[in-house]
């Protein structure tokens, strides 16, 4: 048996490919009956977010069970084998849990140390074991890997100053007003899950004070903005709220765009001589048109042009990379022995019951004799 994964992100593949491999929760189920049913897997987990699609595995044999992975994401994604084919990468064994243990420790993330990663990796595996798709193997590797990215977190300095996507594009959006405070600025944040919450926590820290959360469910919205001091409206009221909103901060995990060019123009046309309109959709599948980056006075951006700020905010957390490879690698070792024991532990125990039968066999012979 063997560990394997396949996946790509946000270093090997743009955010139109990646929304289009993007697995929605609520379709995670069905994801894993569908690994169940190929040839060479025997355990697995999907871990989708709004920067990696990955699908570990343990599987029989290495280059037939890859290949199950990449058909799998190919058929369940509707996306042609040939558009991923220069997006993949793929690892297994050692390198394999190398590469999970990593991206729970906030490692090989688009923002280092972002605080997501964690919980998405925990949901991921909780899914599969749910499911019946996480076995032993791959069940010791997801806790293992929990493990790691509770000791980063613990014991270095990788989390400090708390780091989100969400927190990304709030410094985006400040530096899309010259580097001015975004104090006095009325901000939308359509989305009231994690990536909301993070959105309103990093606004906070920016100095706003005028924030609506927008939500297709009000209770969720009220429940986020009662939090923050916020205002909440419904999604029906979007058209109206833009009308006086400087930027919008969109996180949804809705399956397709629910901003559309129609209702930014129509906001825009009743806007007066308000400034342009700052939309910054960090939601994979994107929850923004790319059209409405052809209507006038608006800014559009997406999760691929973090990029910049990411590379300039992240500060001393680089200093603490070190210590958390450290980590990676004396949890990988202690993993690889406990995987070592556990293929060693049949044969140890055949080898046990062939020299019982032997000892049974010779007790007889000389009671016999006697």
Not at 62 to 74: I, K, M, T
Not at 303 to 317: F, N, P, W
Request: charged content about 25%; proline content about 3%; overall charge negative.
């Amino acid at each position: 048996m063997r560990i394997v994964v396949v996946g790509l992100n946000h270093k090997t593949a743009p955010v139109a490919l990646l929304e289009r491999l993007a697995i929605a929760d609520d379709r995670l189920p069905k994801a894993l009956h569908q690994l169940d049913g190929c040839e060479h897997v025997l355990e697995a987990a999907v871990l989708s977010t709004c920067n990696r699609v990955e699908v570990y595995a343990v599987v029989t044999k290495f280059h037939g069970g890859a290949q199950d992975l990449r058909n799998f994401l190919s058929e369940f994604c509707h996306v042609a084998p040939e558009e991923l084919v220069d997006h993949l990468y793929t690892y297994d064994d050692d390198a394999a849990v190398h590469h999970l243990f990593r991206v729970a420790a906030g490692v090989d993330s688009l923002v280092v140390g972002e605080s997501e990663i964690l919980g998405q990796v925990r949901r991921a595996f909780d899914v599969a074991r749910d499911e019946g798709a996480a076995g032993r193997m791959l069940g010791a590797a997801f806790r293992s890997a929990l493990r790691t990215g509770r000791r980063a977190r613990a014991e270095t300095g990788i989390a400090r100053n708390p780091a989100s996507v969400s927190s990304a594009a709030v410094e985006l959006a400040r530096r899309a007003f010259d580097g001015d405070t975004l104090a006095g600025k009325h901000v939308v944040v359509l989305g009231a899950g994690t990536m909301g919450r993070l959105a309103a926590q990093a606004l906070r820290r920016a100095g706003v004070t005028d924030v609506t959360i927008v939500n297709r469910r009000p209770e969720r919205a009220s429940a986020l903005a009662d939090g923050f001091d916020a205002q909440r409206r419904s999604l029906d009221d979007l058209p109206d709220v833009l009308v006086g909103a400087d930027i919008l901060i969109s996180s949804t995990t809705a399956p397709a765009p629910v901003v559309d060019r129609a209702t930014v123009e129509a906001a825009l046309e009743r806007r007066a001589r308000r400034g342009a309109l700052l939309i910054v959709d960090i939601a994979v599948p994107r929850d923004v048109d790319p059209s409405v980056a052809r209507v006038p006075g608006v800014v559009l951006r997406d999760i691929g042009d973090l990029q910049d700020v990411v590379e300039t905010s992240i500060g001393g957390r680089l200093e603490e990379l070190a210590a958390v490879e450290r980590i990676v690698a004396e949890e990988q070792r202690r993993f690889s022995h406990w995987a070592n024991a556990s293929e060693l532990a049949p044969t140890i125990a055949a080898l046990v019951e062939r020299a019982e039968d032997v000892r049974s066999s010779e007790v007889e012979r000389a009671l016999r004799r006697l």
